[in-house]
Antibody, heavy 113, light 113 residues
């Protein structure tokens, strides 16, 4: 059964860093582009990053460009999101997703002093 | 950037009655490959998003045939033929045509009258 499981969330102070992980199972991880999508409390969905299947291309919206880095380790079936210089407005549930057809359960990141 | 605009935002519906959600994009969603990458997602309270429809009108596996998608160019619609209690939640449209920058609509909250 296909599954995505996020980890690494928590409470962090503004300006600090955090790394999220997403472990994939049940499908050929290395064949798919992978995404991070976030949802601030009570708000809608915001696409955060995408990485090609081989890790060679990565894209971000302006809201996180230069602060967030998406990466993957296909040997470990794992997707990552390195978040630096965190701001209050980065507080959200972060989901990893495959093609939109499969989503993880989400992990909460709270940026607060 | 492509802007996705949904209406209505709150959608009160009587059980057993039909429901319709509109999604308009600021640019055509017809890709150079001839396909239109417009998807619909359902997010039930406390759950991760779940894709219902991809490429305008294709239902994902396990999605009841009460759900249908239609449209072209910049105007798209999600219809529920007979609303059930299990359909309560927020519905999002998302464009994937203008890869790699994905964009979601604001979300339509379906509630039972």
């Amino acid at each position: 059964q296909e599954q995505l499981v996020e980890s690494g969330g928590g409470v962090v102070q503004p300006g600090r860093s955090l790394r999220l992980s997403c472990l994939a199972s049940g499908f050929h991880f290395s064949n798919y582009a992978m995404h991070w999508v976030r949802q601030a409390p009570g708000k809608g969905l915001e696409w955060v990053a995408v990485i090609y299947y081989d890790g060679n291309k990565k894209y971000y919206p302006d809201s996180v460009k230069g602060r967030f880095t998406i990466s993957r380790d296909n040997s470990k079936n794992t997707l990552y999101l390195q978040m630096n210089s965190l701001r209050d407005e980065d507080t959200a549930v972060y989901y990893c997703a495959k093609d939109g057809s499969l989503w993880g359960q989400g992990i909460l990141v709270t940026v607060s002093s | 950037d492509v802007v996705m605009t949904q209406s209505p935002l709150p959608l009160p519906v009587t059980l057993g009655q039909p429901a319709s959600i509109s999604c308009r994009s600021s640019q055509s969603l017809v890709h150079s490959d001839g396909n239109t990458y417009l998807s619909w997602f359902q997010q039930r309270p406390g759950q991760s998003p779940r894709r219902l429809i991809y490429q305008v009108s294709n239902r994902d596996s396990g999605v009841p045939d009460r759900f249908s998608g239609s449209g072209s160019g910049t105007d798209f619609t999600l219809k529920i033929s007979r609303v059930e209690a299990d359909d309560v939640g927020v519905y999002y449209c998302m464009q994937g045509t203008h890869w790699p920058l994905y964009t979601f609509g604001q979300g339509t909250k379906l509630e039972i009258k």
